[in-house]
């Protein structure tokens, strides 16, 4: 006897498989602040498993297209020192998931989790050296941010979790 998965759950699985990657890729960066290309290579991978078992036509044509378009904005972060090369292939690939329908939620969660986590990490660089100083100047903690490391790949892991939960309810 033969069983065959019905197309929802296989895209249900394939949805949280793409949900544990991206948790793991956004852990990985705030612990060690790299992201290692396995997970950026195993969420690309997943995607046609999504594709051909979502149970609903899914544009994957223009997905890639945003896809490259996002890699190409990465890397363009990634040559001003604004982001990672793990940074750059996670946003790429988690655009991929997002594809036409998702792609400007993703990308405004993104950035407001991406401010949300600057804002933690520059007051908690600069507090205890204006309280040590005995004064505070926002100016001095807006500098004192050049060069400290953002676990951004933490930030893109969100806005891509949210537009995961959004297929879920899509499929």
Known sequence: MEYEIPSHIAATVAVLAYVGLVFAAGVSDILTLTIPN??????????????FSAGHAVDWQSSLLIAFGALVFGFVMF???GWGGGDAKLFAVAALWMGPSFILDFTLITMLAGGAITVFVGLQRTLPQAFASGHFRLKDAILG?????????????????????????VG
Not at 38 to 51: D, E, G, Q
Not at 148 to 161: E, F, H, K, M, R
């Open 38 to 51: 396995r997970f950026s290579a195993a969420i690309l991978l997943l995607y046609p498993s999504y594709v």
């Open 79 to 81: 040559a001003i020192g």
């Open 145 to 169: 941010l050049r060069g400290v490391p953002i676990p951004y790949g933490a930030a893109i892991a969100v806005g891509a979790l949210y537009g995961a939960f959004t297929l879920l309810k």
